[in-house]
C-alpha cells in the first residue's frame, strides 16, 4: 500500500515536471527547438506504386509547419523531376503521377518552420511497374456487390446503342429519373396523366434489370401550375395529393423498389418545415400524410425521406431525424433516408458523414446516398479541371463510398450519381458556373479520376 502510495507520488511530481516544460511560453519552446534543431521526417516507403506513379508518404514532425520534397530519378538528386525540386508541402504524402513506367525514382523529405530547415530524409528508392497497357477498369455494378450503384437518366438518352445506354447497362445497377418522374412532368393539368417518360425510363429498367428509384413524390419545387394555384377546398387539395401518390404507386407496384415520398421538407435554418402549399394545405403533418398514403397503396414498396445539407448542416439533421422519429413514433412507415450528395471536394469530413450516418442506422432506416456530386471548384479559383483539384475531387468521393460501404448490409440501398457527364450536370446552370466538373465521367464520356475514387472506396 505505502509503496504504490509513494510510486503515485513520484509519478506525480514527474507528471508536473513534464507539464511545467510543457506549458512554457513559446519563447521557451523556440528556444528548445533551435537547440535541439527541427528533426527530419521519416520516410517509411512508397505505397499505391503502379506503372506511372506512387504515393510517397513521410511522418510528421514536430514543429514542423510545412515539408519539402525532392523527387529524382538520380540517387544523389543533381537533376530533379519537374515541380518536384523542394516542392512545399503541408500534407504528410504526396501522389505522384505521370511517371516512366520501369523506371527507378528516388525522393526524400526535409522539415521546414519559420526558423530553420531540417537536414533530409532518408532516401527511398521506387520502381515504377511494368505497363503492359491501361489496367482493365471495373465496372461501378461489379465492384459494388453489396449495394446498387445509381445515376439519374432522361428518358431520351435511352435510346439503344447511345453512349449512355452503353455506360448504363456496363455500369449502373439503378437509376432514378432526374425529373420526368415529379408532379409537375406527370401530372401537368389537373386530371390529365402524362406517363410517356416515366414509362419510358421503368420499362429501359425492366428490360435491362435495372433497379429504379423513384423521385420524388412531393417536392415543391416541382408542383404543377394547376396545383399550386388552386381554388379549392384543403380536404380537395388534400384528396388531389393522396390520388397523385395513389394512382403513381399504382402503376408502377412491383416495378420501382423505392420512392422519395417527400423530399426537402426541411428548412435550411431553424430547424422549421418548410413552409409550403403542401403545409400550407394539409397542414404541418403533410410529410406523415403522404407516407401513409404511399403505404397504403403499396405495402412493399420502400419509403424514402431524401434531403440535403444533411451532413453538414447540424440544425437541419437535427430536425430532419426528429421529424422521422415523431413519425416512427406515430407509426407512420418509413423504411429509409436519403442523403442528397450534393457535396464539394473539401466537404463532407468523414467524421460529419459518419456522424449523420450513425444517426440513420441508430433508428434502423435504411441509407440512400442520393444525388452524388462533388463541386471541384465551388469558388471559383480555377478555370480548368486540374490535377491537384481532380485528385481531392477523387478522395472525396473515395471517403464517401468507404463511409457508405462500411455501414451493416441491412442498412444499404444504393449509392446514386446525379447525372452521367460534366458539361450536362445542373449545378453548371444552377450555380452559373460553367467551369464545374462535378461528375464521373468528362464532357466525352472519358472515365475521370473520381470515377477511380469510387471504386478505390470499395477497396
Ligand atoms: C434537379 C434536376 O437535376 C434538374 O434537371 C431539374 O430541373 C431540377 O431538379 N435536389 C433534388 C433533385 O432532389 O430533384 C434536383 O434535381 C436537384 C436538387
Redesign the pocket.
Known amino acids: 500500500m505505502k509503496i504504490k502510495f509513494i510510486k503515485s507520488m513520484y509519478l506525480l511530481l514527474i507528471g508536473s515536471l513534464f507539464a511545467l516544460v510543457n506549458c512554457a511560453d513559446p519563447g521557451d519552446d523556440t528556444d528548445i527547438a533551435s537547440s535541439i534543431g527541427l528533426g527530419s521526417p521519416i520516410t517509411s516507403g512508397a505505397y499505391d506504386v503502379t506503372s506511372s506513379g506512387f504515393t510517397a508518404s513521410w511522418t510528421r514532425v514536430y514543429k514542423a509547419d510545412s515539408y519539402e520534397l525532392d523527387i529524382s530519378k538520380d540517387k544523389n538528386f543533381e537533376t530533379f523531376l519537374a515541380g518536384y525540386q523542394a516542392k512545399s508541402l503541408t500534407t504528410f504524402n504526396e501522389e505522384v503521377y505521370g511517371l516512366d513506367e520501369t523506371t527507378d525514382y528516388f525522393f526524400r523529405v526535409r522539415a521546414v518552420n519559420s526558423e530553420e530547415t531540417s537536414s533530409n530524409s532518408g532516401v527511398i528508392q521506387v520502381t515504377t511497374l511494368a505497363g503492359g497497357g491501361p489496367e482493365p477498369v471495373k465496372a461501378l455494378k461489379d465492384a459494388a456487390t453489396t449495394f446498387f450503384v445509381g445515376m ?1 437518366v432522361k428518358a431520351d438518352q435511352l435510346t439503344s446503342g447511345s453512349k449512355y445506354d452503353e455506360i448504363l447497362k456496363r455500369e449502373f445497377s439503378s437509376i432514378t429519373a ?2 420526368e418522374m ?1 408532379m409537375n412532368i406527370i401530372l401537368p393539368t389537373k386530371g390529365n396523366y402524362d406517363w410517356s417518360k416515366s414509362d419510358a425510363i421503368v420499362d429501359y429498367a425492366i428490360a435491362n434489370g435495372i433497379n429504379v428509384h423513384g ?2 413524390l412531393v ?1 415543391h ?2 408542383v404543377p401550375d394547376w396545383l399550386k394555384n388552386y381554388t379549392g377546398t384543403n380536404a380537395e387539395f388534400e384528396q388531389e395529393v393522396k390520388d397523385y401518390i395513389t394512382a403513381v404507386l399504382t402503376r408502377y407496384k412491383g416495378k420501382v423498389t423505392s420512392w ?1 415520398v417527400v ?2 421538407a426541411i428548412n435550411d435554418a431553424g430547424g422549421t418545415l418548410r413552409q409550403t402549399v403542401f403545409s400550407e394545405k394539409m397542414g404541418d403533418n403533410y410529410v406523415a400524410k403522404c407516407f401513409q398514403f404511399a403505404r397504403e397503396a403499396d405495402p412493399d414498396v420502400l419509403l424514402f425521406y ?1 434531403d ?1 445539407s444533411v451532413t453538414t448542416n447540424d440544425t437541419k439533421q437535427t430536425a430532419i431525424f426528429k421529424l422521422i422519429d415523431d413519425m416512427k413514433t406515430n407509426n407512420v412507415p418509413i423504411d429509409g433516408i436519403g442523403f ?1 450528395m ?1 457535396i464539394q471536394y473539401n466537404s463532407p469530413s468523414v467524421n460529419q458523414m459518419e456522424t449523420a450516418v450513425n444517426k440513420a442506422l441508430d433508428r434502423g432506416l435504411k441509407l440512400h446516398f442520393s ?1 452524388l456530386d462533388v463541386r471541384a471548384n465551388p469558388n471559383k479559383d480555377i478555370t480548368t479541371l486540374t490535377e491537384e483539384r481532380a485528385i481531392a475531387q477523387k478522395n472525396k468521393i473515395k471517403e464517401v463510398v468507404a463511409v457508405y460501404n462500411a455501414i451493416p448490409q441491412a442498412n444499404k440501398y444504393a449509392i446514386s450519381v ?2 452521367m457527364k460534366d458539361n450536362e450536370s ?1 449545378l453548371l446552370p444552377f450555380y452559373d458556373n460553367y467551369n464545374e466538373w462535378p461528375l464521373l465521367y468528362d464532357s466525352n464520356f472519358e472515365i475521370k479520376k473520381a470515377h477511380t475514387g469510387f471504386l478505390e472506396g470499395l477497396k
Do not use: L
Request: aromatic share 24%.
Open positions: 439519374s432526374e425529373y415529379k423521385h420524388a417536392w419545387n416541382s422519395d423530399n426537402e431524401n440535403y442528397q450534393h444525388e446525379w447525372g445542373w
